[in-house]
């Protein structure tokens, strides 16, 4: 048996020289294969999904994998900044995870009047809030006079674009007949 070392395994091959009977004092020297080490590199994602395994001869370098994708959630597009250890000089097993950047999502927050009619256009970051118009005005009918009310939703937490649409008081209308 030779002792293995980070670089090199050995597998015993045989004596040197070939053993015969013996008939005198003989020297025999033990004749082995050396390979060198090999160890696994894993490329995983950010949520420990492999995308690569290889088996990489010690002292070579790994390949990466293509750059992986993360899909964005409502808070945050991921955009990949690369592995989190180096990979291009392996002396032992790795786990090579990827790195992600991120942005806040912005979202659109469009204030309309009762009719559609865009009053306001605001882009907001995931989680701000955005801030409401003066308040509109509808115009009478013969019929009904229109006080403004409020908003028709919440819009203080954004967390997906919104259309925000202004409500109204109907007040019948009075008239003097004489």
Same mark, same amino acid.
């Given at each position: 048996?030779?002792?293995?070392?980070?670089?090199?395994?050995?597998?015993?091959?045989?004596?040197?020289?070939?053993?015969?009977?013996?008939?005198?004092?003989?020297?025999?020297?033990?004749?082995?294969? %050396?390979?060198?080490?090999?160890?696994?590199?894993?490329?995983? +994602?950010?949520?420990?999904?492999?995308?690569?395994?290889?088996?990489?001869?010690?002292?070579?370098?790994?390949?990466?994998?293509? +750059?992986?994708?993360?899909?964005?959630?409502?808070?945050?597009?991921?955009?990949?900044?690369?592995? +989190?250890?180096?990979?291009?000089?392996?002396?032992?097993?790795?786990?090579?995870?990827?790195?992600?950047?991120?942005?806040?999502?912005?979202?659109?927050?469009?204030?309309? !009047?009762? !009719?559609?009619?865009?009053?306001?256009? %605001?882009?907001?970051?995931?989680?701000?809030?955005?801030?409401?118009?003066?308040?509109?005005?509808?115009?009478?009918?013969?019929?009904?006079?229109?006080?403004?009310?409020?908003?028709?939703?919440?819009?203080?937490?954004?967390?997906?674009?919104?259309?925000?649409?202004?409500?109204?008081?109907?007040?019948?209308?009075?008239?003097?007949?004489?």
């Amino acid at each position: 048996v030779k002792a293995t070392t980070v670089v090199y395994n050995y597998e015993f091959k045989g004596w040197t020289p070939e053993i015969v009977a013996a008939t005198e004092d003989t020297t025999y020297t033990a004749e082995f294969t %050396q390979y060198v080490n090999t160890y696994t590199v894993t490329f995983v +994602d950010w949520n420990d999904e492999v995308l690569d395994t290889q088996t990489v001869e010690y002292g070579k370098s790994a390949t990466a994998p293509a +750059d992986p994708s993360r899909e964005k959630d409502a808070q945050y597009t991921y955009h990949f900044n690369g592995w +989190d250890v180096d990979y291009t000089y392996v002396t032992k097993d790795l786990t090579v995870k990827a790195l992600y950047g991120t942005t806040v999502n912005v979202y659109t927050v469009k204030f309309v !009047n009762w !009719n559609g009619a865009e009053l306001d256009i %605001q882009e907001i970051e995931y989680g701000g809030s955005a801030v409401a118009p003066y308040n509109p005005t509808r115009p009478q009918t013969d019929q009904y006079t229109y006080h403004f009310k409020g908003w028709d939703v919440e819009y203080s937490y954004i967390v997906s674009d919104l259309t925000v649409t202004a409500q109204y008081n109907a007040v019948l209308r009075a008239y003097v007949v004489t």
